[in-house]
């Protein structure tokens, strides 16, 4: 009799748990820190509630979010859509508490673990607001710590709001890869963007030097235009079903000379569904005008040659490229 008691126990907790887990699709948001506007506080915790609620629903049932309410802007909900494409995703807490912090544009609430599943990848979100909490941005987040230690480590008020800026930057230009964003990348980079990239290469050697050398590997360099570079991206795009890419060992430095110049290095990880590899990026950036930065630069190298890390010393930085006004 007590086994089938236990038995009929089992049976009702597991069902209790399929039926709350069913049901369960509201995640809800409140706000760690307070704001001077109440108004504006409980507009963001709303609508940012709101948006995560929508997208697990949207995902348990296996549709296409639709994302109608006055809680998004135009520009915001075209941006979801994109990642939806390329990946669908759900929010994987019911609830959180989180910071809301001040952003160069108006507000963000970061650290919203979601799970892609095409891409089976649990990321964190940013979700951008305006001064009246509507969402206007959404984007990948880059990792915690590496967003912070950018941060701290500014030397002036201006020089902070100015990283903020550009890790904003860095982030939407992630995620315009994670959602296959041509259209986004045509417009970063310049018309006469250089691109380079960098390819692992067995050395070729004379007969005689056949044994010394084998095995050593050099990387060489091929240069693009921008519309070569896009070209294949946009048939890269075209050939995968996800574009996941992880940022890493983020460096900012500016130009010694023009104030509005920026290099951005950073490590990537570079994964889809039917390629992966990790490399060192540089990516040298126009901030003169802040709400359109333009990418005049775009290396990449592999991160191993010969078995090896690439030395520093060997990766491009600010100091490779001259600058004619």
């Given at each position: 009799?007590?086994?089938?008691?236990?038995?009929?126990?089992?049976?009702?907790?597991?069902?209790?748990?399929?039926?709350?887990?069913?049901?369960?699709?509201?995640?809800?948001?409140?706000?760690?820190?307070?704001?001077?506007?109440?108004?504006?506080q409980k507009a963001i915790e709303e609508n940012v509630s709101a948006l995560l609620t929508d997208l697990n629903t949207a995902y348990v049932e296996e549709k296409v979010?639709?994302?109608h309410g006055n809680y998004i802007s135009k520009d915001a909900r075209t941006s979801v859509l994109a990642m939806w494409e390329t990946s669908r995703f759900y929010c994987?807490?019911?609830?959180?508490?989180?910071?809301?912090?001040?952003?160069?544009?108006?507000?963000?609430?970061?650290?919203?673990?979601?799970?892609?599943?095409?891409?089976?990848?649990?990321?964190?979100?940013?979700?951008?607001?305006?001064?009246?909490?509507?969402?206007?941005?959404?984007?990948?987040?880059?990792?915690?710590?590496?967003?912070?230690?950018?941060?701290?480590?500014?030397?002036?008020?201006?020089?902070?709001?100015?990283?903020?800026?550009?890790?904003?930057?860095?982030?939407?230009?992630?995620?315009?890869?994670?959602?296959?964003?041509?259209?986004?990348?045509?417009?970063?980079?310049?018309?006469?963007?250089?691109?380079?990239?960098?390819?692992?290469?067995?050395?070729?050697?004379?007969?005689d030097q056949v044994l010394k050398s084998l095995g050593e590997e050099k990387v060489i360099y091929q240069t693009q235009t921008k519309q070569e570079y896009l070209t294949?991206?946009?048939?890269?795009?075209?050939?995968?079903?996800?574009?996941?890419?992880?940022?890493?060992?983020?460096?900012?430095?500016?130009?010694?000379?023009?104030?509005?110049?920026?290099?951005?290095?950073?490590?990537?990880?570079?994964?889809?569904?039917?390629?992966?590899?990790?490399?060192?990026?540089?990516?040298?950036?126009?901030?003169?005008?802040?709400?359109?930065?333009?990418?005049?630069?775009?290396?990449?190298?592999?991160?191993?040659?010969?078995?090896?890390?690439?030395?520093?010393?060997?990766?491009?930085?600010?100091?490779?490229?001259?600058?004619?006004?």
């Amino acid at each position: 009799m007590k086994i089938q008691y236990r038995l009929i126990a089992i049976l009702f907790l597991l069902c209790a748990i399929g039926i709350d887990s069913f049901a369960q699709h509201n995640t809800s948001l409140e706000l760690e820190n307070k704001l001077d506007n109440a108004l504006l506080q409980k507009a963001i915790e709303e609508n940012v509630s709101a948006l995560l609620t929508d997208l697990n629903t949207a995902y348990v049932e296996e549709k296409v979010p639709q994302l109608h309410g006055n809680y998004i802007s135009k520009d915001a909900r075209t941006s979801v859509l994109a990642m939806w494409e390329t990946s669908r995703f759900y929010c994987v807490e019911s609830w959180m508490m989180e910071k809301c912090l001040n952003s160069a544009t108006g507000y963000q609430v970061r650290n919203i673990p979601v799970f892609m599943k095409e891409a089976n990848d649990q990321l964190d979100l940013v979700i951008g607001l305006d001064a009246s909490g509507v969402i206007n941005d959404v984007h990948v987040a880059l990792e915690v710590q590496q967003y912070m230690s950018v941060i701290d480590a500014n030397i002036s008020v201006t020089d902070l709001r100015r990283r903020q800026v550009i890790l904003d930057f860095v982030e939407n230009f992630r995620t315009a890869y994670n959602r296959k964003d041509i259209d986004f990348l045509r417009q970063v980079y310049s018309d006469d963007a250089l691109i380079i990239t960098g390819k692992v290469v067995k050395q070729q050697t004379g007969s005689d030097q056949v044994l010394k050398s084998l095995g050593e590997e050099k990387v060489i360099y091929q240069t693009q235009t921008k519309q070569e570079y896009l070209t294949k991206l946009s048939q890269v795009f075209a050939n995968n079903e996800y574009v996941n890419i992880l940022f890493d060992e983020i460096e900012i430095s500016q130009h010694p000379k023009w104030d509005e110049i920026y290099g951005v290095a950073f490590k990537q990880d570079w994964n889809t569904s039917r390629y992966s590899d990790s490399g060192y990026v540089f990516l040298m950036i126009d901030f003169k005008d802040e709400a359109n930065p333009i990418i005049h630069v775009r290396t990449w190298q592999p991160e191993k040659y010969n078995g090896k890390v690439m030395p520093k010393e060997e990766r491009f930085d600010l100091g490779a490229f001259e600058i004619v006004n």
